[in-house]
């Protein structure tokens, strides 16, 4: 099992910055990928960014490409969204999720969300 806390949001205006925090535990050592998931109100859930556990591969969806950067501190087992330049169209609750070695090619773990709310 492995479980994933999220935490750093709020309220900000447009312009401002966050950082995001998906902190894991338990068996991380089987950890494949971490991916930032956000889904706002009445739109569908929608991958962000994902970065490798080894923290070599990382990829951004493009309408985050340039303002947000994924990250992992490894002795921590926390991987970080930063996100600049944010706008109203960002608001959204963000979750983070783990592939593991168990389900390769699915997410089958997942955070509590965290709100992000950007004023304009």
């Known amino acids: 099992q492995v479980q994933l806390v999220e935490s750093g949001g709020g309220l900000v205006q447009a312009g401002g910055s966050l950082r995001l925090s998906c902190a894991a535990s338990?068996?991380?050592?089987?950890?494949?990928?971490i991916a930032w998931f956000r889904q706002a109100p009445g739109k569908e859930r929608e991958l962000v960014a994902r970065?490798?556990?080894?923290?070599?591969?990382?990829y951004y969806a493009e309408f985050v490409k340039g303002r947000f950067t994924i990250s992992r501190d490894n002795a921590k087992n926390t991987v970080y969204l930063q996100m600049n330049s944010l706008n109203p169209e960002d608001t959204a609750v963000y979750h983070c999720?783990?592939?593991?070695?168990?389900?390769?090619?699915?997410?089958?773990?997942w955070g509590q969300g965290t709100q992000v709310t950007v004023s304009s």
């Open positions: 338990g068996r991380t050592f089987s950890i494949g990928r």
């Open positions: 970065i490798t556990w080894s923290g070599r591969s990382t």
């Open positions: 999720a783990a592939v593991t070695s168990a389900t390769p090619l699915r997410y089958d773990y």
